[in-house]
T-cell receptor, first 109, second 116 residues
Framework: GQNIDQPTEMTATEGAIVQINCTYQTSGFNGLFWYQQHAGEAPTFLSYNVLDGLEEKGRFSSFLSRSKGYSYLLLKELQMKDSASYLCAVMDSNYQLIWGAGTKLIIKP | GAVVSQHPSRVICKSGTSVKIECRSLDFQATTMFWYRQFPKQSLMLMATSNEGSKATYEQGVEKDKFLINHASLTLSTLTVTSAHPEDSSFYIC????????????FGPGTRLLVL
């Protein structure tokens, strides 16, 4: 079956760096998405990786290794507003999205 | 974990026809379901929120007469795109919230609609 794994919850300190991992097993691969979702709001697009490597966008970076079925989202210089759920989703060979359960990130002062 | 399914996974239709998309929660009762539209490499745009047994709440700018939403049971919500036009072509995603856990949304795999 198809499966996406990411930690349920993580805690980090304001100003620090946190890495949220995502591993996947899917039938085919057409890219991996990271979304941020604040409580009560729609998910916000953060990144899309389809090739191996690191993509940096401001304080956020996303890494992909297709051979390992692995991605991570790296958040630097954490701010209190980064407290949210982070969703990993993979688009499979049928262009269907397989969603992880989300990682709730708690930022402490 | 909880599973949400959508049917069909993809549909191609002619302009002017109506298309119905189903969203089902497979192992939990979804008191609330959400319908989103995804644009390429962009955020999910919330279209409407539906609560079982009541009328859907539409976001500003979404035509309720064009995008009909019915949440007739605790496991099924449908989105009907009426008189579809090519600009309605998109990826539609539903999510469902378990009545026992108000914090977590479970997302469906999406339905790709192409209107010719």
């Amino acid at each position: 079956g198809q499966n996406i794994d990411q930690p349920t919850e993580m805690t980090a300190t304001e100003g620090a760096i946190v890495q949220i991992n995502c591993t996947y097993q899917t039938s085919g691969f057409n890219g991996l998405f990271w979304y941020q979702q604040h409580a009560g709001e729609a998910p916000t697009f953060l990144s899309y990786n389809v090739l191996d490597g690191l993509e940096e966008k401001g304080r956020f970076s996303s890494f992909l290794s297709r051979s390992k079925g692995y991605s991570y989202l790296l958040l630097k210089e954490l701010q209190m507003k980064d407290s949210a759920s982070y969703l990993c989703a993979v688009m499979d060979s049928n262009y269907q999205l397989i969603w992880g359960a989300g990682t709730k990130l708690i930022i402490k002062p | 974990g909880a599973v949400v399914s959508q049917h069909p996974s993809r549909v191609i239709c002619k302009s002017g026809t109506s298309v119905k998309i189903e969203c089902r929660s497979l192992d939990f009762q979804a008191t609330t379901m959400f319908w989103y539209r995804q644009f390429p490499k962009q955020s999910l745009m919330l279209m409407a929120t539906s609560n079982e047994g009541s009328k859907a709440t539409y976001e500003q700018g979404v035509e309720k007469d064009k995008f009909l939403i019915n949440h007739a049971s605790l496991t099924l919500s449908t989105l009907t795109v009426t008189s579809a036009h090519p600009e309605d072509s998109s990826f539609y995603i539903c999510s469902a919230r378990d009545g026992r856990d108000q914090e977590t949304q479970y997302f469906g795999p999406g339905t790709r609609l192409l209107v010719l």
